[in-house]
Every structure is written in structure tokens, then in C-alpha cells.
């Protein structure tokens, strides 16, 4: 995929291996999946993230407790995006019932 911006170079002498749409953890992660995980897998599990090993101890995680951690963050998630899309509206100069959005009163 690389050898044409290498020249005369073999495919295997291309400094270029592996390309990857990875995520860094503990930048991508919620704070409070993150202290669920620290609980569960272990302090510094997130340096480890790549080692199957780590994750044996997901088990442990209570379903409850994910699916409320799993809520918590959709909610805030969702207010986000209302808080936005009326901001939004506001500078537009759209007032009154024309802001609220579904399930929302204005």
C-alpha cells in the first residue's frame, strides 16, 4: 500500500507496517468506565488494555452496575446534545416551541 511513496524500494523494505484506527484508552474511556475497570480489572489495567489476560476479570463486573454506568452516560450524553442543539437555535434566533426538541417543553 505504502511502496509508492518509497521508490525503489521492496514492499518489505517499507518503513511503514502497521496502521491501525486503535483508540488511546484512557482519552477515549469515560471517567466513570474508567473507575468501573479500576475496580474491576485493577489499577493500571489500562496500560495492559492489549493483553487478553486483563480482561478475564470482566466477569466480575455486576451487570446492574454496567447497565446504570451505561445510563448515566447515555443521559448525560443526551443533555449534551439538547443543550447544543438549543444553543444552537438561540443563535439562529429561533424562539420559543420551535427550540424544544422531543420530549422537551420549551
Known sequence: MWTSLYPGRSEEAVPIRHITNGVHVPTWLAPQMFRLYDRHLGTGWAEHSGEPEIWEG???????ELWETHLSLKTRLLEFARLRAVEQAERRGVIGQDIAGPGQKS
Open 58 to 64: 470482566i466477569e466480575s463486573v455486576d451487570d446492574a
